[in-house]
């Protein structure tokens, strides 16, 4: 998760021919075989978005069973990067207050993800 001044963080939205097209989530992805978390959400960050993760810190680990899968996500805040979020793959990116997280389109998945910023009174700004 990336966070910027104003308790606002960062949201990626699903393209077309993707699960759950249109949709929208906290940028990442899954782990390759092998690979740790921390190495995992560099990796994706820097082909998604072409920042490189100066430091993170686990927030939360949350399971989600879709009707088609059952997910895990190891969710993290970055606390420091270099480079400006950019829309690497195409999808669409926009920057959302952490207390409109709930009715910006948000995935299922994503939900605990949302009430545990806004338990932590709606995150910090970007490091």
Known sequence: MIHRAGGQVLI??????????????FPGGK???????????RRELAEELGIEVLAAEPLLQCRHAYAD????LDVWTVLRHAGEPRALEGQPLR????????A?????ADRPVIDALLAAGGGSAER
């Not at 899968?69 to 895990?72: C, D, E, S, W």
């Open 69 to 72: 899968r059952l997910i895990l």
């Open 104 to 108: 910006a389109g948000m995935l299922p």
């Open 31 to 41: 782990l390759d075989p092998g690979e740790t978390p921390l190495a995992a959400l």
């Open 12 to 25: 990626s939205g699903r393209r077309p021919g993707t699960h759950l097209a249109g949709g929208w989530e």
């Open 95 to 102: 920057w959302e207050a952490i207390e409109r997280l709930h």
